[in-house]
């Protein structure tokens, strides 16, 4: 194999490639990166066994063949290189490779490609497009809310699947990690109207969003009930589901909540951020005062001291005290792009519901702390 | 097959294999019947191990020659006069010792009572009883056993070696004179005295102290706290070992209910969570504690050796032991054991090879001279010592030095350390140790470690004063567990919820978690539970959740203080000396570790050969 590159190309791809090369590996041939190249264009390819990503950049190919490297060492070397080089590579077959450019010449160590890990195809039965900025309002607005602890691996991803709403089909994504949920939906959109619903775990949610926003205005997904891929113009992310079954979240939405509050969401982000300063750093309590058409943001701490703040609001309703995780309003406050956003409370213990007032296509569920 | 009854014989070597499991529970029966007997003194010989013949001689009040006969039989006893199982006065209660040590081993008891012309003597061989015989005995009883288990080979093949049993009859006979100072004890191997404790005098504290320095050590005297507490009408005393005072198992741990020597999970249990905050979980406090309670309120005939007890309100009297013990942790605030000190002046290396005496020297005048307490024989600071110091000394700065030795500037500094029991700062060492001058001594403080401990005990306090904040469950957390562990947990519930954890009733043998401690986070709740509830049926105590909340106050306290390397100017070290004479527990960080070190004068006297 007998390639030139610039350098431009090989470090947009591979910058998305080896993010997904862990580390640390137990199995050598995971570290690398395989590289193929075919007529007037090279494929490069990563995975850690789970995730798997596929993405072409165009090069002028004198010999094809394929070969691997290690990821992060490659990339180390073309981050390094000046802008503009053209890079050589060439694969003799002797277990070595030889990567030149300008005046520098390395000799990195090679690893046969017949080891590389093939993440096996099967069948994708299901096929849609996304429009990518839909794509992107899905992960957005839901990711904050995954889970992190691994006990509960099933929550440790987003829950993408097919709903219903005033007989509208409708795609979710839904995310919660026990404390808060979020919810979004778009459209259904064609091809899809048998999908499974699955779980697509934290890793892949990161890649796939890195790679939205370097891509065009479509992505094609195909998913199986273990399987879900997203084609994008130059890369393909193929990623396994989580196996495992999410919680029925539809019983944790509250609809019997009565009490509603609508507020200007940047300022009261803003007052939530200044009140916080003073709860302590762990559990971050802040308390929420409802009372006409004030709102009163408080927090203490003993070793701080106390913080007070108002702001106007709509509200109808009797008076209510309420406390949060300040850092949990804060996640969903940053969600919301409109104006205002839409409080739907009923009790200090119960469940509160978040949303944008001009757009309910996304749902926040909040659970209160008590302080 | 036909159904018949055994005979007594067998009866009683059944018996036998129940109370009389090895040497040392035959000596505990044959000790506790001479306590039972106001004996003054009690005198025990064994021989290899038990095996070939165990001698238990008292002066106490002796038997007639009508109760000799009948005491071999069983359910003879004289110690409950009233048929009331529930007043149980004394330490033996069911008439089972002797007959059962009769049934396997050649036994044979002269006793006479007080006033009696003349000792009566009574042979028993593997069950078969002779007629008591006339004999020569002072007041007292003498009980010798012969062979024991001679009748039962199968426990006779069991045995250990004699060492090993000897130490068994050690343990048992300790436990005993500990309850009981008053009394004096000897245990002999028939070559050497293994133990020989006279009577203590004077009053119960006084005494007991006395005898139980002589059987814990000297050490244990010096660095135990008084414990005298009383809840409705359930008396703890006793001394507890202070936190740096610790050891790696639990064998220095001595419970006794009314006298009687217990191994009792739900006390261990309490004395765990008294010292949980001072003490790492793998290091073990040393302490000897005595709970005192009427006999109705402590049922002791639920083991067939009486080693473990129940209480009526056992919630009364773990809430008895844990309060008490933390008061007075609380009460001693900053000391460390004295032990700390020693082992410091162990490790300090004398002689001068290493010391850079010839650089040194001119410049010791330059030190305070009421300061003769800082020693040149501290291993590290030592050539710290010698070097020329840049604060006082207008001689030419010693580039080295600069870095290691930050001398408070004597202007600032106060000049009286009498007052204080931390003493006032001198100076502090590679950034990390500030030196202090006391009254008579000199005390070495680890800044990090101590400013750890006050900010750690700041958090707490500021958690005990506004309770912990419950994050609500969106999606509660069903746990399942075995019935009984749910059960434990539910009756638990209310205190769990102080704590930040509210768990309800999840049908048969599952809960549900509702509330989780807000600073936790996102935790693996299925784990806490059955962490909680493993505690709670092992040591009566929730301390998973405990030691969670208590791990991320300390990694709090580790973020938010001084780090060792940070300078610190006199008044910073003084104020850090200051407030930890004015905290609870800043002898020792969270761990059992002494946060400082305290050298008295003569001891860094002796140092230098001049005491």
Not at chain 1, 320 to 330: D, K, M, P, Q
Not at chain 2, 174 to 202: C, N, V, Y
Not at chain 2, 407 to 417: F, H, L, Q, R
Request: with cysteine; charged share 25%.
């Amino acid at each position: 194999m007998k390639l030139t590159i610039e350098r431009a190309a090989l470090l947009k791809s591979l910058g998305h490639v080896q993010s997904v090369v862990e580390r640390r590996n137990t199995i050598p041939i995971l570290s690398n990166v395989k590289i193929d190249a075919g007529d007037a264009s090279v494929r490069l390819n990563a995975t850690d066994m789970d995730l798997d990503i596929v993405e072409a950049a165009t090069a002028d190919v004198s010999t094809p063949g394929s070969t691997t490297v290690s990821a992060h060492t490659l990339y180390d070397i073309v981050r390094k290189l000046p802008d503009g080089a053209q890079i050589d590579i060439d694969a003799a077959g002797d277990g070595q490779v030889v990567l030149s450019a300008g005046r520098s010449r390395f000799t990195l160590a090679s690893l046969p490609t017949d080891e590389f890990p093939v993440l096996s195809g099967g069948e994708l039965p299901h096929q849609f497009t996304l429009s990518a900025a839909e794509l992107r309002g899905l992960i957005d607005r839901t990711r904050f809310a995954i889970s992190t602890e691994e006990t509960r691996y099933y929550l440790n991803g987003i829950y993408l699947h097919k709903a219903e709403s005033d007989g509208t089909a409708l795609l979710r994504a839904v995310a919660t990690d026990g404390h808060r949920l979020a919810s979004v939906e778009v459209p259904l959109p064609a091809g899809a109207e048998e999908v499974p619903g699955v779980i697509v775990p934290r890793k892949a949610v990161a890649e796939l969003r890195k790679l939205i926003d370097e891509s065009g205005d479509e992505v094609a997904v195909s998913m199986s009930e273990s399987k879900i891929r997203f084609a994008f113009d130059d890369a393909v992310l193929t990623s396994k589901l989580i196996d495992g079954t999410f919680p029925d979240y539809q019983r944790v939405i509250p609809a019997g909540n009565d009490k509603v509050m609508e507020v200007e969401c940047k300022s009261f982000a803003d007052a939530v951020d200044r009140v916080s300063a003073i709860s302590s750093e762990k559990s971050r309590a802040i308390k929420l005062a409802l009372s006409g058409g004030t709102l009163v943001l408080s927090a203490s701490s003993p070793e701080h001291g106390s913080a007070t703040e108002e702001i106007e609001v709509a509200f109808d309703g009797d008076e209510l005290e309420i406390g949060f995780n300040s850092a949990y309003l804060l996640d969903v406050t940053r969600q919301i792009e409109g104006e205002m956003a839409r409080f739907t409370m009923a009790d200090a213990a119960s469940p509160t519901v978040m949303q944008e007032t001009d757009d309910t296509s996304a749902l926040y569920v909040l659970m209160p702390m008590r302080v | 097959m036909q159904l018949r009854r055994l005979p007594e014989t067998l009866v009683n070597q059944i018996a036998a294999g129940e109370v009389v499991e090895r040497p040392a529970s035959a000596v505990k029966e044959l000790v506790e019947n001479a306590i039972d007997a106001d004996a003054t003194r009690i005198d025990v010989t064994v021989i290899d191990g038990g095996q070939t013949s165990i001698t238990v001689s008292d002066d106490g009040i002796g038997m007639a020659p009508e109760d000799l006969s009948l005491c071999i039989e069983r359910h003879a006893t004289s110690k409950l006069p009233d048929d009331d199982l529930i007043d149980i006065r004394h330490l033996g209660f069911r008439g089972e010792a002797l007959p059962s040590i009769g049934a396997v081993s050649r036994l044979s008891i002269t006793s006479r009572t007080e006033g009696a012309n003349e000792a009566w003597c009574l042979n028993v061989e593997g069950g078969r009883v002779s007629d008591p015989q006339p004999a020569a005995h002072p007041k007292g009883t003498r009980v010798e056993i012969r062979d024991l288990f001679f009748a039962t080979p199968a426990r006779l093949k069991f045995l250990k070696t004699p060492r090993t049993e000897m130490n068994h009859v050690t343990e048992t006979m300790k436990r005993l004179a500990m309850a009981h100072p008053a009394i004096g004890f000897t245990l002999s191997d028939g070559t050497r005295r293994r133990l020989d404790l006279a009577p203590e005098q004077g009053e119960l504290f006084e005494a007991r102290l006395g005898r139980l320095g002589t059987i814990m050590g000297r050490d244990f005297a010096d660095n135990a706290l008084l414990i005298d507490a009383e809840r409705e009408s359930i008396r703890l005393t006793g001394y507890a070992g202070l936190p740096t005072f610790n050891r790696g198992n639990a064998a220095l741990q001595f419970l006794f209910v009314n006298g009687r020597p217990v191994n009792d999970r739900m006390l261990y249990g309490a004395l765990r969570g008294a010292y949980r905050d001072f003490l790492a979980s793998d290091r073990y406090p040393v302490v000897a504690l005595f709970v005192t309670a009427p006999s109705e309120l402590v049922d002791v005939n639920v083991h067939p050796a009486k080693t473990e007890v129940r209480f009526r309100d056992a919630a009364l009297v773990r809430g008895l032991i844990v309060g008490t013990v933390k008061h007075a942790l609380a009460e001693a605030g900053h000391r460390a054991a004295t032990t700390v000190a020693d082992a410091a002046l162990g490790a300090v290396r004398t002689g001068g090879q290493a010391l850079p005496m010839s650089r040194g020297a001119g410049r010791y005048g330059r030190f305070p001279s009421s300061n003769p307490s800082i020693s040149p024989g501290l291993s590290d600071a030592a050539a710290q010592f010698g070097a020329p110091l840049p604060g006082l000394a207008a001689a030419p700065a010693a580039p080295m030095a600069t870095n290691d030795w930050a001398p408070v500037d004597e202007a600032e500094s106060i000049d009286d350390p009498g007052e204080y029991p931390l003493g006032v700062a001198r100076g502090q060492l590679h950034a990390t140790y500030i030196v202090a001058q006391t009254a008579d001594g000199i005390v070495i403080v680890d800044q990090h470690a101590a400013h750890e401990r006050l900010v750690e005990e700041r958090i707490k306090r500021g958690l005990a004063a506004d309770g912990v904040a419950r994050q609500g469950m969106l999606i509660p957390e069903v746990v399942e567990l075995e019935d009984a562990g749910a059960e434990r947990l539910l009756a638990r519930a209310p205190e769990l919820a102080e704590m930040g954890l509210v768990v309800e009733a999840f049908g048969n043998g599952a809960v549900v978690v509702r509330e989780t401690p807000a600073l936790l986070g996102e935790i693996d709740i299925q784990g806490l539970v059955q962490d909680m509830a493993d505690d709670l049926a092992e040591l009566d105590d929730a301390i998973a959740l405990r030691d969670r909340i208590g791990d991320v106050c300390a990694t709090m306290a580790c973020h938010g203080s001084v780090r060792a390397g940070r300078r610190l100017n006199g008044e910073e070290m003084n104020a850090l000396l200051r407030e930890m004479e004015a905290t609870p527990h800043s002898g020792q960080c969270s761990h059992g570790r002494p946060t400082y070190v305290e050298l008295k004068l003569h001891d860094i006297e002796k140092l230098f050969g001049r005491r």
